[in-house]
């Protein structure tokens, strides 16, 4: 069976401090990746989205970074953090773009920058 | 633009007692709607989903609807426990291009003892 790992589940951040967030898929081949953030009282925002080994598409300008060293590994990262960088960070994963057979989501990763 | 709201913006009811929650959206071309579980701190985990060509879909105590001509969806809770309680997040696959899910905000639902 497919799972997806996400960690850590918290961190707690000075800002101007750089950013490793990752997640890994088993039991597949192949998948769509996605990281969303979601912030308090709002939906879930798309940040990047791969479908390969080093390709990353970002949905948003902002001031993170997105690597997929390997097929089922996807890394959500920043140079310097911002206190609008705080938020609920999820990967999850598809077997297509469009989620025609919807996303499985990781456990999530809470951020607060201080 | 594709846009899901949904309502209420939270609620509070009773252990043992019913609730429904509304999703309204506006995607287009319309591909399925599903609506997700997220407990607090986690990841959202799907309760159903359903296609244009369906009505009324089950999970347990857990009833989606689907009214595609008018692009809402309804989804009922009957005989709340305790665990109910979280966000229900109903999401919208369809529009143009790829990564077209568009997220509702979602409703955050207590069940009080």
């Known amino acids: 069976s497919q799972t997806i790992h996400q960690w850590p589940a918290t961190l707690v951040q000075p800002v101007g401090s750089p950013l490793s967030l990752e997640c890994t898929v088993e039991g597949t081949s192949n998948p769509n990746l996605y990281w969303y953030r979601q912030a308090a009282g709002r939906g879930l925002q798309l940040l990047f989205y791969?479908?390969?080994?080093?390709?990353i598409s970002s949905e948003v300008p902002q001031n993170l970074s997105a690597s997929r060293p390997q097929d089922r590994q996807f890394i959500l990262s920043s140079k310097k953090l911002l206190l609008s960088d705080s938020g609920f960070y999820l990967c999850a994963w598809s077997t297509d773009l469009r989620g025609v057979d919807g996303y499985t989501f990781g456990s999530g990763t809470r951020l607060t920058v201080v | 633009k594709n846009q899901v709201e949904q309502s209420p913006q939270s609620l509070i009811i009773l252990e043992g007692k019913n609730c429904t929650l509304q999703c309204n959206y506006t995607v287009s071309p319309f591909s399925n709607l599903r609506w997700y579980k997220q407990d607090t701190g986690r990841g959202p985990v799907s309760l159903t989903i359903m296609t244009f060509s369906e009505n009324t879909k089950s999970n347990g105590r857990y009833t989606a609807t689907l009214d595609a001509d008018t692009k809402q969806s309804s989804l009922h809770i009957t005989a709340s426990q305790l665990s109910d309680s979280a966000s229900y997040i109903c999401?919208?696959?369809?529009?143009?291009?790829?990564?077209?899910?568009?997220f509702g905000k979602g409703t955050m639902l207590l069940v009080s003892p």
């Open positions: 999401v919208v696959s369809g529009g143009s291009g790829y990564s077209t899910l568009t």
């Open positions: 791969s479908v390969g080994i080093g390709q």
